[in-house]
């Protein structure tokens, strides 16, 4: 009996192709591509924007802009705004003031922070405390890209790429993400070295000191980026020691450190001392700036006012309410607005101040629960945290910003990108995943889109405040200059109306109101450049006499409750009179009122030009005498 052939053995699998650094190379910048295409997609509108409300100060009429002030250190509000007052000088220089110029600066950046944060959840993602995670994820390949897309179409970050004076804010988160990136690269080099020295015990070669080299270059990166946060706007500084400060305690090998301490010491060579001291100079060269920059560049000062100013507490009650608007706005980007109007707390007896501070103390508590379950989510939510709470420490008359949470967002999307990925959908698909995420990516773009939209229009933006807030003032005034501007005399005459009723109702709201109250001087400040245009528009209509009456009677009410030497709205007022008594030629008159103006507010750029306007044997009268 013939028995059968025995099978042949089947050919064995060809070996998969290794991926070349080509490859990688190519697929990371597609990646990065779509990245600047959705950003582009979401804000390009913004290209289209006027100047507005905070720029006119800022930029358009700013004396560091127009005199070229690279280093100014006159004035605490922007003397210390390095970067972006170059990049304005130096547009002013170029292409003078040409809005889409300004804005394509603040588009520019945030792609720029979108990639940063491709980089920085790259990093993130190497992490050993992080890689084992998203190992079998359906995120593993692509929990970078998704952070960067969701955060560079975010809604809620619509206000930083349309308001061109908030480049501040954007250069700061730059360099924020960037520090915080590069000390992700520095943990992760030094570690892929140390680590197996460490366990095996046996002295590192030359090549492993040659890294850990590599490691102290991504340190000293991570050193430059905060010192750049810290020149591009003042709390960049304390957001950057905050950001560095949540990586070490969650990521520093608190079990690990005598082991690391000695195989430090075997490393008994001219490259360990080498090592040695230049992370000895980088890190007092960090301590140093930090020390030095916190304490002339007032963020000790702020920290001081907890405990001496009178009215901290109520900003503190305040900022407790404020807390959650933010975070449910993080996660649903609706109901946004350019200029938010909100009263604060003026009683202990505002139970939603108090719930709003007992939810912030159980979600601190919660993270403290991350912190010894589950330290990746503990770090992403400390990191999103805290800007938010930082805006405890520093009181003004704006409680209710959108911009100040962009410092947040980035660590928002790796937040809620990695919870995605790693708790709610560990078992589908990469493909169904990359499908809702996209679904969410182009909703979110859509959003923004429209935001851009309504950026577009100056009068389109200002009623979207109005229906949101109609006891709102400051945004009218920016409406008047506009009619002014367009020589809509009766328009602008006709709005005074509603504004002095509006202030009427504002003045209302507080007398019955217990708890909350609105901040009646940032009101009262745009009800008198209100009052400016009403008075511009009876000059010009031949009714001088008229605006002068209106803003003596206007001066002599407020005198009354304010001190008319402090602030400059009343400067606005003494130059607006001015103006008309030199219309009616009496020189005089109009001198002092000039003199009165600049002294309330020397920095003013209209009211030297008026001066130039009246008879040589005047002006001497209208410089205020200097001491």
Known sequence: METAPAAKPADPAPAAKPVTWKRRLVHVLLLMLLIVGAGFAAHGLCLKNPFYLDDQAHILKSVRVHNADWFDKATKATGHRVIPYTVWIILHKSVGFKAPAFHAVNLTIHILTALATYFAAREFARLNEIKGLLAKTPIANSFAFWSAVIFVVHTLNSEVVNY????????????????????????????????????????????SKLRLFGSLWWLLATFLATALAAVSKQPGIAHAVANLAIIAIVLCPWKSLPALARSLRMWRSPAATAVTISAGLILTASLGFIFYWMSNYGLFYFIKRIFNDPEMGWHLLTQARVFWSYLWRMFLPVRLCSDHWIPITQSTGDV???????????????????FRRHRAYCMLLALTLAPLLARFLFRNQEPFVEYRTYPAMPWLAMLVTFFAGVTVVPRIRPRNFA??????????????????????????????????????????????????????YHSVIDRQVQVRKTMGKIFAHNRESKHRKYIVARSLNSFMFCEQYNAYALIELKKPQKAIDRVTEVIDTLSQAINTD??????????????AHASLRQFDKAAADYRRALERMPTDLETPRLIMALPPQFRKAAVPVKE
């Open 435 to 488: 499908i809702g995420a996209t679904a969410v990516a182009a909703g979110l773009a859509a959003l923004s889109a429209q935001r851009a939209s309504t950026w577009n229009s100056a009068r389109d933006l200002v009623a979207d405040i109005r229906k949101k807030y109609p006891l709102h003032v400051r945004c009218q005034s920016y409406v008047q200059a506009i009619d002014f501007s367009q020589r809509k």
């Open 164 to 207: 061109a004076s908030q480049a501040t804010i954007a250069f700061m988160n730059l360099f924020l993400v960037l520090s915080v990136g590069a000390l992700f690269r520095a943990i992760n080099t030094a570690r892929e070295w140390w680590l197996p020295v460490i366990a095996s015990g046996d002295p590192p070669g030359t090549r």
């Open 352 to 370: 939603g101040a108090w719930v709003g501070a007992t939810g912030i103390v159980l979600l601190i508590a919660f993270n403290v629960y991350l």
């Open 566 to 579: 402090q602030g400059k709205a009343f400067a606005v007022l003494f130059r607006v009179r001015g103006k």
